[in-house]
Nanobody, 120 residues
Framework: QVQVVESGGGLVRPGGLLRLSCTASGSIHSINDMAWYRQAPGKSRELVAVVHQDGRTDYSDSVKGRFLISRDSLKNTVYLGMHSLKLEDAGVYYC??????????????WGQGTQVTVSS
């Protein structure tokens, strides 16, 4: 019914950059917030950034000034631009989309996660 598919993860050097993409498709509609979370090994999942329907954005303090979240609402796509990457940025990044599938209730939909490795 609903697919949330991420791309753009990979291996990057400290100080480098990556751009993640996530597209929601299928029966989903009326999308509000779109967000990125991440989970480092042995750590809990944490919110990285959110972009709201009206374009407002919120960032974790740890990524402010380095990451930028944006969206293309016509494509149901959210992006996460990352630069000046640090070792502590490594982990699995998850896309989260708040929307409605068909005539169902509003809920969060999660991507499968994409690995970001920061290593010299």
């Amino acid at each position: 019914q609903v697919q949330v598919v991420e791309s753009g993860g990979g291996l990057v050097r400290p100080g480098g950059l990556l751009r993640l993409s996530c597209t929601a498709s299928g029966s989903i509609h009326s999308i509000n917030d779109m967000a990125w979370y991440r989970q480092a090994p042995g750590k809990s999942r944490e919110l990285v950034a959110v972009v709201h329907q009206d374009g407002r954005t919120d960032y974790s303090d740890s990524v402010k000034g380095r990451f930028l979240i944006s969206r293309d609402s016509l494509k149901n796509t959210v992006y996460l631009g990352m630069h000046s990457l640090k070792l502590e940025d490594a982990g699995v990044y998850y896309c989260n989309v708040n929307g409605i599938s068909g005539f169902g209730p509003r809920r969060d939909y999660w991507g499968q996660g994409t690995q970001v490795t920061v290593s010299s």
